[in-house]
Every structure is written in structure tokens, then in C-alpha cells.
């Protein structure tokens, strides 16, 4: 009843052609976007920015970044968090040389740098597949992870071996280092995601986009029809890792403020592989909502307890959030192995027939 | 399976309202001194880390119990889990530091360098007891941590003196081997700038082992280099199951394991356990007392442990790394009574906390008065140095359980005192603009 399209005629080609072309997902969109820049900013604590929306927003990104590869193209590939990394030790570089250059430009610069690693360790992917695949992207993790570690240039020989962040402002507003307001820090993240993730939006239905799905769906196919796989997959990767490794530049910049090679691990890869698999495999959309799911539901379960002033030991939490989101995942992929977006999607058909389905 | 799905709907769109109603909001009753204790139960390092929160926590709350608190004010206690993950570290960090939080104790270098440059925008020190980053110790360049009673660096020029006493002197190091393995993050890479000076200075040679964090359970690469080069003498600095893999493996390739010496976070009894009866002889840097004869920690058991009111397994009190967490909150305790002393305030707040740890002067007397005489060695801090005490002691498994085995030895303070000042001006030159220091010295 709510959520009906009928009676919206598209009398041009522009309406018909639009990201977003039923009335009721332009103002659903716009609520979240108001939400997001406005109320959020107004209503909510340090806490809930610095450490629910912004980890929360870099790992949106970040799972676009890998729902292009695995989700659009079929690549499967488990060095994203290595992919982040060159990001950031990328951008981390790049504030040491050009110090006066604006840091958000040098986040956005940065994730070329990524894009050419990631395009290198793509190349095998024209002769394998599958998990074949995947474990060639596995070296890439943990050959770029030994790279972060030995290489001392990379973190301009710190004896901790760490990269820390240091203090920048834009406009007059300290944006960058420990002294930055999460508010601050939120917005700068919040309108780099959303950018880009409408950017990763509008490539993923044009033409590039389309010869993604024909090589994931059915390379030879493809092929036949005049897709050329280099370009193809090679682009795919080159994007795929541009994007991951801005986000990965954001998560040292706007929200750690500094970072070991171990905050760009394996684990790191496979929370974003899980984010975008409960998400769903090639939906921008769903990558918002496996991030959420992966990172904010914990941090709700282990607040629980605390609301209710039920007197048990912080590990007991941990524990029992560890297992209720873990019963979760299995329960959703159980019920939906398409992940959230499906969900969404039969929720919406659902709504279109409410109240009289048939 | 139709039904199954609209459930699926329902539980997610449930999921989403919960955690959008659900938003942790502080709330802190006014009288009351709030300490957060980021520990960590879980994870590859619980098996080191519980003894260290179960003894924080023990101690804190037996002031409570005794005392009702310091100065007649309550501590309120809360755990944070960690699981020793930086990221996890700071989630902890920016939900306790509203509630008035008075002192950090990460319990990890990493969460550590997360949280010095926050601690002087947030005005709440960061006391790292003897982890973390050595430069800190430099109170001129960050007055906000504290790294009491020892830096790592300290403790690296503590073993090569004991090395060098054992040789027959520091000119007698020339030409020998000294192996390094280490947990090849941020801890372990730490005291490497110091031993490699060192080995410059006196013509020993060293020998580095990097262990991944997570390939701690599979040192057989390592320590089968250890055997190819025959190092004269092995340090460690490795922490949870890093220990006891590295002592079994030290057994297996039948290291003489008197010449094998490890750090104070090396230094846990489970760890040494692992390589029983074989691993006798080895030896660990160490600063709390060894033990349980002293009548604070009788107070903990009757008061705390035997009451039921803490998860400490009895057989755990007075072993290493519980009483080190002892001494990390006695020296919260002594800080926020010195604070409280300053100010005339009952109540403090995280700038009041940072004057009592600066002024911190923990004698002997004052030992002996909290029930701690001989606990640990007196420490004293000044506005330059905040690492106050630098002398350890080293302790030797006999197979079954610790002794000490020599008195308290002095770090090479001439050596390090003007690295750890190099470090800080380098530190604060490349996280430029470092803030200089405003705060006034309390002495």
C-alpha cells in the first residue's frame, strides 16, 4: 500500500534511466541522508559518532570496494585489508612529503596508489578462478602485510613501527590527529562514503558495470560477445582496490589516528568478505547493511547488559555477543543465502501487496 | 520456507530497531572515583592477561571493601574487554572516557600509542606500568603518560648489565652472540633501538627472531635459527601464548635455559609451567614482589577472593603477573590519594589524577603502611622523569616456582636517559604539531 509505484509514469528517458526511479526510494533516500547529515550530527554523543558511525561508514566503504570485485565481477578475494593498508601507509607517505597539501585530497590520492598494487595482484585472475583465486589474493595479504613490517620507510622508521596521524585542519577546522572532533571526523568520512558510494553506483549500471556482471555471470560468453577480460577484470581489481584503499587511508586517518600492520590483517579481509556476503553479493545497498550488522550489532549486544544493569564480567559479554551474532549469521544465511539485500527487496514486495497479499 | 523468510524480515528489521534504540549512554553517580580497567579475558593473550585484571581489580576492590575507598570515596570499577585489539582498545576507551574517567591502563602497547596523543586532548592520563613507549618516561614532552615504575628500555640495559656481570664485565661482551626474540609488533620492536646501540657500543653481536602475533603457537622456524646460530645468550620479549611456546621450544632444542632471560611480561609462572622440570634455570626481569606474604594481598583473599566477590582463582594470588596487577593499582590508589591530598578534593577529576601520578612518591614507609613492604622497589616521579623508579630484579624458575635470585639492579640510566630524550624530540618532531607542555609542575 505504502510502497506502490503505481500511477508514476515516466514520460522521459532521463526518469526511466534514473539511479533511483520510484518516488518512494527518492524519499526513503533522502530521510536517510537527512538522518545521516543532520540529526545524527545534532542528537548524537562522541561515543556513538567516533566509535558506531565512523568505523561503521569506513567499513561501508571499504565493502563496496570488495562488493565491486566479488560481488559485480566474481573475482573472489580475501586481501582487502591489505589493499586498505596500501592506502594508508600510501596516504600516511604522502603527508609526510607534501605536508601543506589538503589531507582529504591526499585520501583521495592515495587510493591509486592501491588501485595499481591491486591491479598488479589481479593479473593471475586471468588464468584462474574460484578459490584458486582466492588464495593468490591470500599472498597478496600477507606479502603486502610483511611489506607494512619490515619496510621502515613505509612508517618513516618509527621505532614503534606504527603510523601515527598527525594533526591537519581544512578551513580553518582541525579535520585529521587526536585534537579533531569526531564531529568533525564524521562529516569528512560521511561525505566521502556517500560520494563515492553514488559514483560506484552509477559505474555499476553503465557499461563498465554491465561487463563486470557478463564476465562474472559467464566469461567466455562475454568474451564472445566482444568483452576483453583483461581490460575487464584488471579494471575491476583497479577499482575494487581504489575504493578499499580509501577507505583504508580513512580508517587510520578519521578514525584510529594510528595503526600497527596488524590493523590491516587477515581478519581485517574477512570481516569486509562477511560484510559483504551477509550484505549481499553485488549490491551497494547491502553493503551498508552488512557493515552495520558486523560492527554495530556487537557493540548493541555488549551495551545491553549495561542498560539493564545486569551485574556480569565485561568477557562474559563479549562472549555472549560474540555468540549471538554468530547464531545470526548462520540463521540469516540459513533462511537467505542472497544476504540482506534480498531481504530488503522481499520486504519491499512484501509492502507493495500489504495489506491484502495474495 | 515462505514463513522462514517473512521471520528472516522480521528478525532483521527487529535487529535494526534495537540497535538504533540502544545508544550507551553515560551515566555516573557523583560520588564515587571512577577507574576503567581495559583488560582483556579472551583472545591469544587472556592466558597473561586475566591474572593481570583479576590482581587490578582484586586490589581496588578490597580498598573498597576495607577502606570504603580512597579517602573515604568509593572506586567505581568497570572492565572493558579488549582482547588485546587496538581497535577494541579505543571502542573501550571512547565509552568510558565520558563517565569522568580518571586513568587508562591499556594493557597493550598498541592501544597505548592510540591513546597518548588523545590523553592531553582529553585530559586524562594514560599510565602504562612498564609497557608501552619508552620515550614517555620524558615528562617534559609528555606530561600526560606515565610509564612507572620502568621503561623497556631500562629493562633491555638491565639484562645485557646481568649478561655482562655473568661474562665477567661489559668489555667482555665483545664477540658474542645475543639473541632477540621477540612478538613482532609494537611491544617487542620497542627496546630494539636501545640493543642495537648497546651492541654497537660494546661489540656483542645481535640476533633478532621476530615472531608474528599470529604465529606465536609455531615457533619451530625460530628456534630452529636459534640452534643454526648458537647465540651465547637469548632475551625475550613475548607475551601471552608467545611464553610458554617460546620456553617448550627453548626445551626441545635443549637451549641452556640459564641463559635464557626474558622480560617482566615473560615472567608468569603458566608460562614457565609449559616447559616444567626441563625449563629450570630460566631466568625473567621482574619489579612486583613474588609471593603472597604480604598483608595487603592476605586482605584481598579474605576480603575479595574468599568472600566470593571476584572470578581470582585462590591458587593464582601471589603469583608474577597477579601481583604486577596489584602494584599497577596500588599505584592508582596512590595516585588518586596524592591527588587528593593536592587538591583537597574527594571527588578528582583526570587533571587532579594527572598531579597525583606526577607527584607520586611511593617510600618504603608508604610500603609498609598499605601492607606492601619490599612489594616493589620505592618510586619516585618527577615532572621530568615519569618512569620514577628504573631498578628490577631478575627471578629463576626452580621448575616448580619463582625465586629471586639477585637484588635490585640498576639500568644503564647514562645510556638511556639521552635516547629516551631523543625519542621524545623525535616523536613530538614527526607527530608535529605536538603540543608544548602547559601544565604546571606540581612539586
Redesign the interface.
Known amino acids: 500500500m505504502f510502497y506502490r509505484e503505481a500511477g508514476q509514469f515516466k514520460t522521459s528517458y532521463e526518469a526511466d534511466q534514473a539511479l533511483f526511479p520510484i518516488r518512494q526510494d527518492k524519499i526513503g533516500l533522502g530521510i536517510i541522508l537527512l538522518v545521516a547529515f543532520v540529526v545524527i550530527p545534532l542528537t548524537?554523543?562522541?561515543?556513538?559518532l567516533?566509535?558506531v558511525m565512523i568505523?561503521f561508514l569506513v567499513f561501508s566503504l571499504a565493502a563496496i570496494g570488495l562488493n565491486v570485485l566479488t560481488g559485480f565481477c566474481g573475482q573472489l578475494s580475501l586481501g582487502t585489508g591489505a589493499f586498505m593498508g596500501v592506502g594508508a601507509y600510501a596516504a600516511y607517505k604522502l603527508t609526510t612529503i607534501f605536508p601543506d597539501v589538503n589531507v582529504i585530497f591526499l585520501v583521495l590520492v592515495s587510493g591509486f596508489f592501491s588501485a595499481a598494487i591491486g591491479a598488479i595482484f589481479g593479473l593471475p585472475s586471468l588464468r584462474i578462478k574460484g578459490l584458486y583465486l582466492a588464495v593468490t589474493t591470500l599472498a597478496a595479504q600477507f606479502f603486502l602485510e610483511w611489506c607494512f613490517?619490515r619496510i621502515g620507510w613505509l612508517y618513516?622508521y618509527?621505532?614503534?613501527?606504527?603510523i601515527?596521524i598527525?594533526?591537519r585542519e581544512m578551513f580553518g577546522v582541525i579535520i585529521s590527529?587526536?585534537?579533531a572532533t569526531p564531529l568533525a571526523r564524521y562529516f569528512v568520512v560521511l561525505t566521502i562514503t556517500v560520494l563515492i558510494a553514488f559514483l560506484i553506483a552509477n559505474v555499476l549500471r553503465g557499461r563498465i558495470g554491465r561487463s563486470w556482471m557478463m564476465i562474472r555471470d559467464m566469461d567466455i560468453a562475454a568474451e564472445l560477445m566482444g568483452i576483453r577480460p583483461l581490460q575487464t577484470k584488471l579494471m575491476a581489481f583497479a577499482v575494487s582496490s581504489y575504493v578499499c584503499g580509501v577507505a583504508g587511508a580513512m580508517m587510520v586517518f578519521f578514525w584510529?589516528?594510528?595503526?600497527?600492520p596488524?590493523?590491516y590483517?587477515?581478519t581485517l579481509s574477512f570481516q569486509i568478505l562477511f560484510m559483504v556476503i551477509l550484505g549481499g553479493l553485488g549490491s551497494v545497498g547491502g553493503a551498508f547493511m552488512g557493515a552495520?550488522?558486523i560492527w554495530?550489532?556487537p557493540?548493541?549486544l555488549r551495551?545491553?547488559p549495561?542498560?539493564l544493569d545486569v551485574d556480569i564480567?565485561?568477557?562474559t559479554?563479549?562472549?555472549l555477543a560474540f555468540m549471538v551474532v554468530g547464531a545470526?549469521i548462520i540463521?540469516?544465511l540459513i533462511?537467505?543465502p542472497h544476504g540482506?539485500a534480498r531481504?530488503w527487496q522481499?520486504?519491499k514486495q512484501?509492502l507493495r501487496v500489504w495489506p491484502f497479499p495474495y | 520456507m515462505k514463513h522462514l523468510k517473512t521471520w528472516a524480515c522480521a528478525t532483521a528489521l527487529a535487529v535494526g530497531v534495537t540497535a538504533g534504540a540502544v545508544a550507551p549512554q553515560p551515566a555516573q553517580a557523583q560520588d564515587t572515583n571512577y577507574v576503567p580497567l581495559l583488560t582483556y579475558r579472551t583472545g591469544p593473550f587472556a592466558g597473561s592477561g586475566i591474572h593481570i585484571a583479576n590482581g587490578m581489580n582484586d586490589y581496588l576492590q578490597m580498598l573498597n571493601e576495607r577502606d570504603g575507598g580512597i579517602g573515604g570515596v568509593p572506586i567505581a570499577i568497570e572492565e572493558c574487554e579488549t582482547s588485546y585489539n587496538a581497535q577494541k582498545g579505543v571502542e573501550c576507551y571512547e565509552a568510558t572516557k565520558g563517565k569522568g574517567a580518571l586513568v587508562y591502563n591499556p594493557y597493550s602497547t598498541g592501544i597505548t600509542l592510540q591513546l597518548i596523543p588523545k590523553a592531553s586532548v582529553d585530559k586524562i592520563p594514560v599510565l602504562s606500568m612498564g609497557y608501552g613507549l619508552s620515550a614517555a618516561a620524558v615528562g617534559d614532552v609528555f606530561p600526560w603518560v606515565f610509564n612507572v615504575p620502568v621503561t623497556y628500555w631500562d629493562g633491555a640495559s638491565v639484562v645485557i648489565n646481568y649478561i655482562a656481570d655473568q661474562e665477567g664485565g661489559l668489555d667482555s661482551l665483545s664477540g658474542k652472540k645475543i639473541g632477540y626474540i621477540f612478538l613482532d609488533a609494537g611491544y617487542g620492536r620497542e627496546p630494539i633501538p636501545l640493543l642495537e646501540q648497546l651492541a654497537e657500543k660494546h661489540g656483542f653481536e645481535l640476533l633478532q627472531y621476530p615472531v608474528p602475533a599470529n604465529q606465536m603457537q609455531n615457533q619451530s622456524s625460530q628456534w630452529l635459527n636459534v640452534r643454526r646460530d648458537r647465540p651465547d645468550y637469548m632475551i625475550m620479549w613475548g607475551w601471552g601464548a608467545m611464553n610458554p611456546t617460546a620456553i617448550k621450544e627453548a626445551v626441545k632444542i635443549r637451549y641452556p635455559m640459564d641463559k635464557f632471560i626474558g622480560v617482566w611480561w615473560s615472567a608468569g609462572e603458566d608460562d614457565a609451567a609449559a616447559g616444567g622440570q626441563d625449563a629450570a634455570g630460566y631466568k625473567a626481569l621482574n619489579f612486583s614482589g613474588v609471593g603472597m606474604d604480604f598483608p595487603a594481598l592476605q586482605d584481598i583473599k579474605t576480603l575479595v577472593v574468599d568472600a566470593g566477590k571476584t572470578q581470582t582463582d585462590p591458587a593464582s594470588i601471589g603469583t608474577t603477573l597477579y601481583n604486577r596487577g596489584v602494584l599497577n593499582s596500588v599505584i592508582i590508589a596512590e595516585g588518586i590519594r596524592t591527588a587528593q591530598e593536592l587538591t583537597g578534593k574527594k571527588v578528582i577529576t583526570g587533571e587532579d589524577m594527572r598531579v597525583g601520578l606526577e607527584a607520586l612518591n611511593l617510600t618504603q614507609e608508604r610500603l609498609a603502611e598499605i601492607g606492601l613492604a619490599g612489594f616493589a622497589h620505592p618510586m619516585k616521579v618527577t615532572c621530568e622523569d615519569h618512569a620514577g623508579s628504573h631498578p628490577v630484579f631478575i627471578q629463576e624458575w626452580d621448575g616448580e616456582r619463582f625465586v629471586k635470585v639477585t637484588d635490585w639492579i640498576e639500568p644503564m640510566t647514562d645510556v638511556v636517559r639521552p635516547l629516551l630524550e631523543a625519542a621524545a624530540a623525535d616523536y613530538a618532531e614527526k607527530n608535529a604539531p605536538w603540543p608544548e607542555r602547559t601544565e604546571a609542575c606540581a612539586q
Open positions: 548524537a554523543n562522541d561515543f556513538f567516533a566509535s568505523p613490517i618513516n618509527n621505532a614503534s613501527g606504527a601515527e598527525p594533526t590527529g587526536a585534537e584510529l589516528n594510528a595503526a600497527e596488524s590493523s590483517s587477515i552495520a550488522f554495530i550489532l557493540i548493541v551495551a545491553i549495561n542498560m564480567g565485561a568477557e559479554v563479549e562472549h545470526l540463521f540469516f533462511v537467505e540482506f531481504l522481499i520486504a512484501k
